[in-house]
């Protein structure tokens, strides 16, 4: 049974950085997508990042493009979001998902308040 575990959330001002950590267990993470999912109130998840199984290829949401960064190390079973130049409206629960073809895996997630 895949799990995973998302950690690093929290309170913090515009223009903060936070640093996002996901905790795999129950699969070969190597084998795995991985990306980051966040849901803001009252809105539906969307996308945010995602990473290749080597960590080789990254793609992210034009609204966090420039300022957030994905990063995976397979020989721990991690992964992360970097996320700098926060902003009001990043203020979400931070999802991590797993996934091959599609993601179907997903953390409980991690809030990121973040004030203006």
């Known amino acids: 049974q895949v799990q995973l575990v998302e950690s690093g959330g929290g309170l913090v001002q515009a223009g903060d950085s936070l640093r996002l950590s996901c905790a795999a267990a129950?699969?070969?993470?190597?084998?795995?997508?991985m990306g980051w999912f966040r849901q803001a109130p009252g809105k539906d998840r969307e996308f945010v990042s995602t990473?290749?199984?080597?960590?080789?290829?990254?793609y992210y949401a034009n609204s966090v493009k420039g300022r957030f960064t994905i990063s995976r190390d397979n020989g721990k079973n991690m992964v992360y979001l970097q996320m700098n130049s926060l902003k009001a409206e990043d203020t979400a629960v931070y999802y991590c998902?797993?996934?091959?073809?599609?993601?179907?895996?997903w953390g409980q997630g991690t809030q990121v308040t973040v004030s203006a």
């Open positions: 129950g699969l070969t993470f190597s084998n795995y997508n």
């Open positions: 998902a797993a996934g091959q073809a599609t993601y179907d895996s």
């Open positions: 990473i290749s199984r080597s960590g080789g290829t990254t």
